[in-house]
């Protein structure tokens, strides 16, 4: 009886083993077959991409350099004597006029070196009137007569040089412009060379760069330039080449440039930094792409054409992509030109082109498409 009933739960367990491994085999055969099935129907569920046509477009060719903004005038006012500081006619950070007059030194000891001098002419003019009406009479010689005159000419030139101290101590701006920060105060005691105020013309303003001297035939006066700087991101200049240096350095084989640049709102300031595109005089037509449209691998570059499939089950037409090997040249912005493989309006995947395959399905969807600019500020990204 015992033994009946260990042969039944054998029986029973070997059973429900059986069934265990028939279950398993059916799940596995059903996994096998939607692999094979999925196998010769890839793509089932189209990938959603951004699309962007091949468009052709007109560059301009341009050479890149980087450059320094300088004032076309630019000084720092100095005292030309030693004097004391006793009025001063200018607040820092204004405009002045050539000729404003900026600081008065002292002048107490020239000008009465001056009245002295006048004194010293008008009897110089006395004594030469009187030497004339006896020179006619012949009371007096001839050299007494040129004596007379050589003491009229001393005394002008000691007045001369009285007026021209207190000229030179009376200090001007030498030409119109800005002033920067007085480094002088009221009663300061200034020695000869000692600095004032700086004084710069800020519109025009040149910027001076340098270019390699392989492009010195292509390089003339009157050549635009685009002209930008940390100092104005939402703006740029646009100056004219108006010199070229007639020499070459010997270290750097650089030519240096030198453009003049309309600074109206005095945006930018001399010593400043600024990037700078030299526009030459060829153009050159491209077919550009996104950039992000390109798929970079060690064989080389390519991009995902999307082109029409055979109709679906349900009638509608369906859309594929095709990888194409391509050579890429130059970007400019969001964009790179091509130079091989692609055709003008041809469509390719603009983003995400790294999740995709050659020959799978897609559809198309632009409303999250990026906004590709060949200018783009750093605001835009």
Known sequence: MLAKA?????????LGLLIVIVVLAGVKGLQISAMVTAGEQPWSVPEVVTSAKVQTQVWES?????GTFESVEGVTVSAELTGKVSKIFFESGTHVKAGTRLLQQDTSSEEAQLRE???SVDLAKINLKRSRRLLATKAVSQSDYDSAEARLKEAVAHADNSRSLI???NIRAPFSGRLGIRRVNLGQDLREGDAIVSLQTLNPIYVNFSVAQKYFSKLSTGMITRISSDAMPDSDLQGIVTSINPEVDSVTRNIQLQATVDNDDEKVLPGMFAKINLILPAKEIVSIIPATAVLNAPYGDSVFVIEDAEKTTDGKPSKVVRQQIVRVGKGRGDYVSVLEGLKENQVVVSSGVFKLSNGQAVVIDNKLSPDFKLNPKPEDS
């Open 6 to 14: 260990m042969k039944k739960r054998i029986f029973l367990t070997l």
């Open 62 to 66: 341009g050479l890149s350099a980087v």
């Open 117 to 119: 001098a006048k004194a």
């Open 167 to 169: 000229a030179k101590k």
